[in-house]
């Protein structure tokens, strides 16, 4: 059987690479990797202060609920929770009627919102 021009020489080619893809395989199965630890804190883990609420400044509040994103949003569910509890208290006990808590958000972010906004422009 005859082969076309080049074949010879290609198949050698291709035999030689696949014997140095076996020898390297070979050489790859024999190194002893060391034991690797990978050790990642979830964010529960990681040690924050906690939020110190209102320090009665309202100038440092302001300043800090505009950079941090956890004490502005603790802030926010603090003023929430005292929304929704003077509504209830103005109800006398009870509860609110539907879709009243979702307003109360509303108007709670709002608020905040114009509050950061406007320190923010004094700031700058």
Do not use: C, K
Request: proline share 5%.
């Amino acid at each position: 059987m005859s082969y076309p021009a080049g074949f010879e020489d290609a198949y050698r080619a291709l035999e030689s690479a696949m014997g140095d893809l076996g020898t390297a395989t070979r050489r790859a199965q024999n190194i002893e990797f060391p034991d690797v630890v990978i050790e990642t804190r979830t964010p529960e883990e990681v040690q924050r202060q906690p939020d110190p609420g209102r320090t009665g400044d309202e100038l440092a509040d302001l300043r800090r609920w505009a950079v941090d994103v956890d004490a502005r949003n603790a802030e926010f569910a603090r003023r929430v929770a005292e929304a929704v509890d003077a509504e209830i208290d103005g109800l006398r006990g009870g509860w609110l009627p539907d879709g009243r808590r979702d307003e109360i958000i509303e108007d709670v972010r709002a608020h905040m919102l114009a509050q950061l906004r406007r320190y923010g422009g004094a700031e700058r």
